[in-house]
């Protein structure tokens, strides 16, 4: 395979980040991330990270992934203190009617359905991630090195402008990745070229998380690693109990549209008492705290489509939440960061195996990564518009999209195969419309219209 560069530039050192400078250190000579952050070299979050204080769940499909990008990645991760949970045993879902398996509250006894991930800390993951990013001999990291502008000339990116402010250099790339996160400065840097900004799709949830940290108690019942609470709408109010390193319970609450978990202790604890069930209240309540109380407000999920701009510059491409930014609620922003990686390398190895140029990689690769990135942005406002103050555009057919759902819903209940299909739908590790096809959509269809009969 020929080599597409001498010099591959990312910009952020977070998941997305990382990941994309895996996949770039295949394809050329030196590899560089820019990450405006001083970074520890232990299992915590930095500065532009808070949401990592805050419940993450590694999707299976994500861990899949990065595992295919560093072979015994999970063997790791236990090691270091990751707990192992097993799908469709140890994740439960907590609801005023008592205990299940599945998210709707229909499957009420354990299934092992055969596969199974991880739990631990956003600072575990990224830690272990960025150890065996840097571990590859042609990837380094910058520190402390903020990404001010890109270089280009005509039409063309060719390299970066760096930071801090008054002792801004240039650095020349052959491709530059921008994973800066939601605050991506992106559409900005593309203005400054002369390119419009990219149209921008936005679900106005109104979300939030207050969360924090318990110590496991020594005399604390078997519990599965992964509990869940809430209620379907109009109940606005949830919260997950994770089992993370260390013998600690991460506990988020979570609430929209104005009725937010406090930040106080003793609300807190209140906002707790007060889920649909009284599961996580009375694991917690003689637990003793061991972090403060943070809160993380989200006002809107963010799509932009990079795809359909009319022109983009070559050599420049985006991934991560600077495309997209999902409610943290369903946990799929690594594992989206994660599938579009895996685009880029599909397309590198393509462009390497045919010595083809980088200059028409943009419109490829955003194509692809809005595939990618429809399954859980579909997923996820499938659900977010079942709240009738959720305001944006709809993703098309929902309706009838809901009523698939309900019918697909009691066939997973009676046959385990279904339940495996539509778990590993939500895991991210097939897409959406593997839930529509047949023979499952004939069952599904055959069991709507008896149904309406
Ligand atoms: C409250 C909350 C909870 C979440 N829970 C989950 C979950 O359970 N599961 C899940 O999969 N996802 C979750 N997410 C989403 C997840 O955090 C992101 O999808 C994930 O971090 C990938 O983001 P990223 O790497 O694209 O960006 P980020 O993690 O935001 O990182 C961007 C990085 O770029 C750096 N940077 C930005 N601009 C520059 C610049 N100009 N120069 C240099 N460096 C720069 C920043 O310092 C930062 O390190 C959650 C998000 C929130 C807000």
């Known amino acids: 395979m020929t080599r597409l560069g001498a010099h591959a530039a990312v910009v952020g050192g977070s998941i997305a980040g990382l990941m994309a400078a895996r996949v770039l250190s295949e394809f050329f000579e030196q590899v ?3 990450e405006r952050d001083q970074l520890e070299d232990r299992p915590v979050i930095h500065k532009s990270t808070p949401q990592g204080n805050h419940v993450h769940a590694l999707l299976y499909g994500g861990e899949q992934i990065i595992s295919e990008f560093f072979p015994g990645f999970g063997a790791e991760l236990e090691q270091l203190g990751a707990i192992r949970w097993r799908a ?4 439960v879902w907590y609801r005023a009617d008592g205990k299940s398996y599945s998210l709707t509250g229909s499957i009420r006894e354990p299934r092992d359905l055969g596969f199974g991930g991880h739990v631990m800390s956003r600072g575990l993951l ?6 065996r990013t840097l571990e590859l001999a042609n990837v380094r990291l910058e520190q402390g090195a903020i990404v ?7 039409g063309s990116v060719t390299g970066l402008r760096v930071g801090p402010d008054g002792a801004t250099r240039e650095v020349p790339a052959d491709l530059v990745i921008d994973a800066g996160g939601r605050g991506s400065r992106a559409p900005r840097w593309l203005g400054e070229m002369g390119f419009a900004p990219p149209e921008v799709t936005t679900i106005e949830v109104d979300f939030a998380y207050t969360s924090t940290r318990f110590r496991k108690p020594a005399d604390a019942p078997q519990v599965e690693p ?6 379907p709408p109009p109940n606005v109010r949830g919260g997950g109990l994770f089992e993370i390193e260390n013998g600690v319970w991460h506990v988020s609450l979570a609430g929209r549209f104005g009725d937010y978990p406090p930040t106080d202790p003793d609300g807190f604890m209140e906002f707790a008492r007060s889920l649909p069930s009284p599961a996580l209240y009375e694991l917690i309540r003689d637990a003793e705290r061991i972090a403060d ?12 489509h990079y795809e359909r701009m009319p022109r983009f510059p070559a050599r420049f491409l985006l991934v991560g939440d600077a495309i997209c930014s999902f409610n943290p609620v369903y946990g799929q922003g690594m594992t989206s960061a994660g599938l579009q990686a895996r685009v880029l390398q599909t397309l590198l190895r393509e462009r390497a195996e045919r010595s083809a140029a980088l200059e028409d990689l943009a419109s490829a690769y955003f194509a692809r990564a809005a595939d990618v990135i429809a399954t859980p942005w579909t997923l996820a406002a499938n659900f977010d518009f079942a709240y009738p103050q959720t305001r944006g555009e709809r993703p098309p057919g ?5 009523r698939y759902f309900l019918a697909l819903d009691a066939l997973q209940v009676q046959d385990p195969e279904v339940q495996r299909l539509v778990v590993e739908v939500f895991q991210l590790m097939r897409p959406l419309s ?13 069991l709507m219209q008896g149904n309406d009969a």
């Open 126 to 131: 990224e830690y272990l991630l960025r150890k």
């Open 32 to 34: 560089t991330i820019f």
């Open 398 to 402: 929902m309706e009838q999209g809901a």
């Open 293 to 304: 109380i943070s809160q993380h407000r989200f006002p809107s999920s963010i799509l932009r």
């Open 148 to 154: 001010e502008a890109l270089a280009h000339r005509d």
């Open 226 to 231: 992964i509990i869940l609470f809430g209620a």
């Open 434 to 446: 593997a839930l529509w096809q047949p023979p499952l959509s004939n069952r599904v269809l055959a």
């Open 88 to 91: 469709g045993r140890d994740a």
